[in-house]
């Protein structure tokens, strides 16, 4: 039977990360992935990395082609009366948040844990997890259509909300909190150049738009729909309509239109799994916790789980000291909590509430007027949008 350290499923932002940061550390890892590599690498999903994200990738050695290639931001816009306000995250904070596309970060982690001579199984499918309660759990999978077994002394359930990690843990183990919307976002990725040096926050009667970017030549954008939204109902001229609708201001700046390279439905929804960790399992990223896009958080609170992860598992491996191992839960909870509040604050702040009366919907605005009108809270939403301090044990 195969064997490693640490079975760490999933290759997105999480599993990737922490495999990386565990080799830094001489640990081994292996990584089982049940799509292939062109599809995760191409999977558009996240856009915006945190102050703290960008460091992090940075001082583990894989930030090269997102200095180079990314764009650092100052600033964001919030767009609602007719206007635009603009919220200057770096005077506020001193910091700055770099618009680099999720599918990026995942293509620089695996080209670096390859060159390192990294284990990444792609189109490897986990069925099950057994031994949880033993010191060595075993993993089954399949891959080259052979059904395969991977044991291992811990196992990162980096394999997102759906994965199979979590569904591993006996019932009654780990509580769940949610919360559903009954709303979601359709998502637009066009060859079309930016026309705005910001992210622009619209809230709109008809509902909420943003305005993002991939590169000088793609725009990233989101239209609020209902959950059960068909994307192909959607004519690319209907799209661009809506899109003008929502994000025009009255102040001349219009987005430019072209070819649509992509149109997809993103779910709305709160989600957080406490505890983080059953014995020999640790849940890392999407597998613990989701939360609303609004905040540009998911991918963020993925690489911060990790960062807080690999020392503990590393001081496991080096002294059989489980005190990192059993603070690990608590330790992201508290930064994943205020996180989540974050994000479902700037979701119901922008987006038409369908059930919504006229107390609800002037509150909504009077939320906004506040933020633009004043420093402080501007500061608020600053210190959030470009990232909490992380306490990361070492
Ligand atoms: P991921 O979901 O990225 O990775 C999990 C991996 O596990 C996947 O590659 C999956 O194939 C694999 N896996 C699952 N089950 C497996 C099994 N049984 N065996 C082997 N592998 C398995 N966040 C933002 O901040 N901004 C956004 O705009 C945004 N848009 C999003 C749009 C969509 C459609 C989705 C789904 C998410 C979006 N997110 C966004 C959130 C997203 O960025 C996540 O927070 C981020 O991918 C979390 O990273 P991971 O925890 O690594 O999980
Ligand atoms: C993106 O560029 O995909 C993006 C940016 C900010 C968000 C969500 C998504 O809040």
Known sequence: MKRTQVAVIGAGPAGLMLSHLLAARGIDTVILERRSRDYVESRIRAGVLEHHSAAALRAAGVGARMDRQGMEHTSIDLAFSGAHHRIELARLTGKKIMVYGQHEVVKDLIAQRLADAGEILFEADVSGIEGLDSDRPII????DGRNQTLTCDFVAGCDGYHGVSRASVPAGQIVTHARSYPYAWLGVL??????????????????????????PEVTRLYLQCRPDEDPDAWSDRALWDELHRRLETGDGWTINEGPILQKNIAPMRSFVAEP???RRLLLAGDAAHIVPPTGAKGMNLALADVQVLAPALARWFDSADETGLDAYSDTCLKRIWKVQRFSVWMTRMLHAQPDADGFEQRLQQAELDSVAASDSAARHLAENYVGLPLEVPE
């Open 276 to 278: 983080m960790r059953y």
């Open 140 to 143: 089954r999978y399949t891959h």
């Open 190 to 215: 066009a060859e079309a150049a930016p026309t705005s040096d910001e992210l622009v926050y619209a809230r709109h009667d008809n509902g909420f738009a943003l305005y993002s970017m991939r590169s």
